[in-house]
């Protein structure tokens, strides 16, 4: 089982501050997803083939990565952001989420 | 406009069984794999089941395989969990999603599962 550690498990970031949610897997991937989640509500596709921005998500996100690091990054944190974010593999069964990391605003 | 709209959870004693089901719509259905994906409280998330856009083939990881069966009706574009042998640690809701290649791009609300005596 691939294994996705992410890093920082919570950060608080100001607006205008960049921020950049790191996920490591224990063995190396294709591609990287990444989904965000807001308090109560379901999760959503935000980053798919490592680096394709999910419809509507604005371009001040970004994500990068091969093997076994990948990265989502907010070029200008504003505060619709604060959200949880996972990141999801299924180069290999079974699929696997990292734990997510919480983005809060400072 | 896609939408996912699941259903038939509760609160259900441990070893007994639930059944959840899944309508799509706004897609043609059986062009798509669907998976389910929980989400305990407070905790991340955990694949539980896929099922090709056929129904002819389906996958789980060891913590549900067994206890646990995916199934599609496209005539009726609805997905069902059968969930037997229930667990305490099978609380969690449960979300129904469209499968793109290796991820998910439509995720409905979600249905809560909570086994308790």
């Known amino acids: 089982e691939i294994v996705l550690t992410q890093s920082p498990t919570t950060i608080a970031a100001s607006p205008g501050e960049k921020v950049t949610i790191t996920c490591r897997a224990s063995?190396?991937?294709?591609?990287m997803y990444w989904y965000q989640q807001k308090s109560g509500a379901s999760p959503k596709l935000w980053i798919y083939?490592?680096?394709k921005l999910a419809s509507g998500v604005p371009n001040r996100f970004s994500g990068s990565g091969s093997g076994t690091s990948y990265s989502l990054t907010i070029n200008t944190m504003e505060t619709e952001d604060a959200a949880t974010y996972y990141c999801?593999?299924?180069?290999?069964?079974?699929?696997?989420f990292g734990s997510g990391t919480k983005l809060e605003i400072k | 406009e896609v939408q996912l709209v699941e259903s038939g959870g509760g609160l259900v004693q441990p070893g007994r069984s639930l059944k959840l089901s899944c309508v799509a719509s706004?897609?043609?259905?059986?062009?798509?794999?669907m998976t389910w994906i929980r989400q305990a409280p407070g905790k991340g998330l955990e694949w539980v089941a896929s099922i090709t856009n056929t129904g002819g083939s389906t996958y789980y990881p060891d913590s549900v395989k067994g206890r646990f069966t995916i199934s599609r009706d496209n005539a009726k574009s609805t997905l069902y969990l059968q969930m037997n042998s229930l667990r305490s640690e099978d609380t969690a809701t449960y979300y129904c999603?469209?499968?793109?290649?290796?991820?998910?791009?439509?995720w409905g609300q979600g249905v809560m599962v909570t086994v308790s005596s």
């Open positions: 999801q593999q299924w180069s290999s069964t079974p699929l696997t």
């Open positions: 083939d490592t680096s």
């Open positions: 063995s190396s991937v294709s591609y």
């Open positions: 706004g897609f043609t259905f059986n062009n798509y794999w």
């Open positions: 999603t469209r499968g793109v290649g290796d991820y998910f791009d439509y």
